[in-house]
Structure formats: C-alpha cells, structure tokens
Nanobody, 126 residues
Framework: QVHLVDSGGGSVQAGGSLRLSCALSGYTYSGKYMGWFRQAPGKEREGVAHIYTGGGYTYYADSVKGRFTISEDKAKNTVYLQMNSLKPEDTAPYYC???????????????????WGQGTQVTVSS
C-alpha cells in the first residue's frame, strides 16, 4: 500500500531556508510524478513544484521559481523541496503528493494526484 510521510516544516524569518522531505513507501517504480502543494487560508491550492521521477523533469510555479528546488533520492525513495529566500507569503501547510502510476511528461492536475501526505506547516515571519 502506498504511503507518503512529509516532514521538515517549521518557523523561519524572511530570507531563511527550510527543506521539506517526502518519504514514499509501497511503490518503488520510476513511473510517477511527485509534487508539493500548498494552500494558505483563504487562497486556492497551489502546486509549487513537481518532479517526474521517470526522467528527473521538474516544473515550478512562477511564485517559487528560482527560490525552491525539488529533487529526489532514488535510494531512499524520498523527494525533497529545498526552499530558499523564504517570504511571508510562502506561509502555508505544504503537502506532498504522488500520481501513481504515471507515464506521461505532462504535469498531473491536482485531482490526478492520487496519494497525499498529511502536511507540514511552514511559517515565515517578516
């Protein structure tokens, strides 16, 4: 059974950094997309970063491009989100998600991600 555990959130000041982790169990094949989403109160859910583990392709929302980096450790079956130059507007709970199985290069829509982590809170103070 597929299971995601995301972690690494916390509280930092603006300009600081955090690294989120998403450990995947129950599926070890490369045909999948992994993504990080966030949804601040009163705002729509936003997919901030995605990675196709079948080829390492990555995609970022414009709001985080140049500041966030998504990566994977195949040996650990874990995906990371390195967040640098954090801003107060990055404050939100962050959720890891997986689209399994997935064999297309296009980024899945949010409702095509079929497994979700429990979420980890990121708070950035000014």
């Amino acid at each position: 059974q597929v299971h995601l555990v995301d972690s690494g959130g916390g509280s930092v000041q603006a300009g600081g950094s955090l690294r989120l982790s998403c450990a995947l169990s129950g599926y070890t094949y490369s045909g999948k997309y992994m993504g990080w989403f966030r949804q601040a109160p009163g705002k729509e859910r936003e997919g901030v970063a995605h990675i196709y583990t079948g080829g390492g392709y990555t995609y970022y929302a414009d709001s985080v491009k140049g500041r966030f980096t998504i990566s994977e450790d195949k040996a650990k079956n874990t995906v990371y989100l390195q967040m640098n130059s954090l801003k107060p507007e990055d404050t939100a709970p962050y959720y890891c998600a997986a689209a399994i199985p997935w064999y297309q290069l296009r980024v899945p829509a949010a409702d095509e991600y079929n497994y979700w982590g429990q979420g980890t809170q990121v708070t950035v103070s000014s």
